[in-house]
Structures are given as structure tokens and as C-alpha cells.
């Protein structure tokens, strides 16, 4: 399971995987830059695995936030707000939606 940073996430989010994202666990310390890992599929392992968990969310406590088929839509909502959507409008949409499993009115 490969490291990709928030940054990498919201400007590809095309070409991430429909499984759910884990970031470190203070997300107070979450920007562009924070680096996550996608699981696994977890249809693919026995109902009592966790081997579909990345390693740093069984070591490290990393936390699930939200999956690729929400983080598509934060993005495609934001952007459909405006044409000039920046990273920045894009990161405060993925940390609204995930807080409140609610999308935010970019203004």
C-alpha cells in the first residue's frame, strides 16, 4: 500500500482506489502535505481478517477518514461550485465533508 499525500489525493482523485483512506491520527497536523494509505479491499479477505488494513493503521493508529468514492465527490462538488477551485478549497471541502458527512458551500 503506497504513501500518497493529501495534495496527490484531492488533484488525481480519479485515479485512487474506492477503499478508504487512513490518515495519522491528529488531524490537527492534516494538510497538503500529510501523507496517507489507502486499505485494501476488504471483500477480498475472510470477515475476520484485518490483513486488508495498512500497517501504519494497525501500528500507528492511523484513522479511516473517507473513502474514494466520497473523496471523488467532495472534489467534484467543490469544483462544480466554481472554475476556479484551488487546493486549498478542496482540502477545507475534504475536512468538512469528513467532520460532518456534509459538503461545504464554497463562498
Excluded at 47 to 72: F, M, R, V
Amino acid at each position: 500500500m503506497e504513501l500518497m499525500t493529501i495534495r496527490e489525493i484531492l488533484s488525481n482523485p480519479d485515479k485512487i482506489p474506492q477503499t478508504w483512506l487512513y490518515l495519522p491520527p491528529d488531524k490537527t497536523t492534516w494538510n497538503l502535505d500529510t501523507q496517507g494509505v489507502f486499505s485494501l479491499d476488504s471483500w477480498d479477505f475472510p470477515p475476520d481478517s484485518d490483513e486488508y488494513l495498512p500497517k501504519q493503521a494497525k501500528n500507528d493508529k492511523w484513522i479511516e477518514t473517507l473513502d474514494g468514492s466520497s473523496i471523488e465527490d467532495v472534489v467534484s462538488y467543490a469544483q462544480g461550485q466554481s472554475d476556479n477551485v484551488t487546493l486549498d478549497d478542496l482540502f477545507r471541502s475534504f475536512i468538512f465533508y469528513y467532520e460532518n458527512d456534509a459538503f461545504l458551500d464554497l463562498d
